[in-house]
């Protein structure tokens, strides 16, 4: 185990503590936990708006949870913000008082020669193949990310992979070995339905869900024109904010016109998020393009019944204690979609004991100490 008095810092999410996205999620467990181990953690985020809108932004101090938070100078404009915030967060990494350097997503990573060349040690992790998103596709935001992604595996001392097929992936395109150490999750408190009811008349067990940034490659256009075809009184609630995507978002509302089942919900976070997991009849994930699904953990983690398209991250995570479908196939998805919202006695199967399954398969506090270890390997 690493001296306690070795100095870490992270970068690469945009801010923490937030739930802008899953990197953002995996830097809190992290620090949080190794802060709370006694170890020196610092975090350098982004200046600027939340990703779903200005009115989401909140006050963030100079420490939180024994984790110190500093920030820097950030364009807040699409294709700029995460460029400038990675060099910016570098600069403050490489001539600061730290001994690792662990930098979060390939973007973030595109400077990362330079705490290297200063004697720091750097641990670079992947949350997935980002320039493959269709929002990056032949953009200079792409370009800029995949040039992160070769500056990681040509500088970085060890990369940490979440998914068996991202580690396929570097070894296949650079012969580059990597370590995968996936995400993580704890136990959380079912709730009851008290505010969603109140706010969205949204009963138990009276909805399917799907929560996630509402971008492309999460499906969500599949899945309302899946949704669309079945016949069922269970709601289709669709919770999550815009991320660099306001048409795309703009485009979904189009497709659910007409239907008064599909609801909306924006970005959502605190108790309104804690209820509409724990009290979904089924969580969908439709997604054609992964790294490793925080939010799928999370579900299972509250008990619930999920189905997944078939992608090797989805269905890594659920094993035997979810369902799949054929990726981006509507008429599969709408077939799974009806037999579930046919058949309680099918979802209550899959309910039962997904929560202790994920809960033991993928612990925060084992990651933890693989990451650390990894930190003087």
């Known amino acids: 185990m690493p001296d306690k ?23 809190e467990e992290l620090t949080t936990r190794m802060a709370a181990m006694g170890y020196d953690v610092t975090v350098i985020n982004r200046r600027g708006h939340h990703v779903s809108g200005a009115e989401y932004d909140e006050e963030i101090g100079e420490e939180y949870q024994k984790v110190k938070i500093q920030s820097v100078p950030t ?33 973030p990573a595109a400077f990362c020669w330079m705490p290297q060349l200063f004697g720091k040690r750097v641990i670079c992790t992947c949350h997935g193949i980002d320039y493959l998103r269709p929002r990056w596709k032949d953009t200079l935001g792409g370009k800029f990310i995949r040039y992160g992604e070769k500056m990681m595996v040509r500088h970085a001392d060890e990369i940490i992979v979440l998914s068996r097929g991202v580690q ?37 067990d009276g909805y399917f869900l799907a929560l996630s940034r509402l971008t492309k490659e999460k499906g969500i256009h599949l899945l309302i024109e899946a949704y669309k075809k079945i016949t069922t009184d269970k709601k289709l609630v669709i919770a999550g904010g815009s991320s660099d995507s306001d048409e795309y978002v703009q485009y979904l509302h189009q497709l659910a016109e007409g239907d008064e ?50 992608i090797p991250e989805n269905t890594d995570v659920i094993g035997d204690h979810g369902i799949s479908f054929q990726t981006n196939s509507e008429i599969a998805l709408a077939e799974c979609l009806q037999k579930l919202a046919d058949n309680f006695d099918i979802v209550h199967v899959y309910k039962a004991g997904v929560a202790e399954y994920i809960c033991a398969k993928y612990n925060w506090s084992e990651i933890t100490q693989k990451t650390l270890k990894l930190y003087c390997k």
Not at 89 to 100: L, P, Q, R, S
Not at 174 to 201: A, M, Q, S
Not at 271 to 279: Q, T, W
């Open 75 to 107: 364009i807040d404009k699409k294709g700029l913000a995460a460029v400038t915030a990675a060099f910016f967060a570098t600069i403050k990494a490489t001539f600061g008082n730290y001994d690792v350097v662990h930098i979060h997503a390939e973007g």
């Open 5 to 27: 008095k070795l100095k870490i810092v992270h970068f690469g999410q945009k801010r923490m503590p937030s739930r802008e996205g899953g990197v953002e999620i995996v830097v």
């Open 168 to 204: 396929e992936y570097f070894k296949n395109t650079y012969g580059r070995n990597t370590v995968l150490i996936p995400n993580g999750v704890e136990r959380p408190e079912v709730k009851t339905n008290d505010e969603i009811k109140e706010k969205y008349g949204l009963e138990t």
């Open 261 to 310: 089942r599909i609801l909306f919900t924006g970005f959502v976070q605190g108790r309104e998020l804690e209820e509409l997991y724990s009290n979904a009849y089924v969580y969908v994930l439709p997604s054609e393009l992964e790294g490793m699904p925080l939010s799928l953990l999370e579900a299972m983690s509250y008990g619930n019944c999920c189905l997944v398209s078939d």
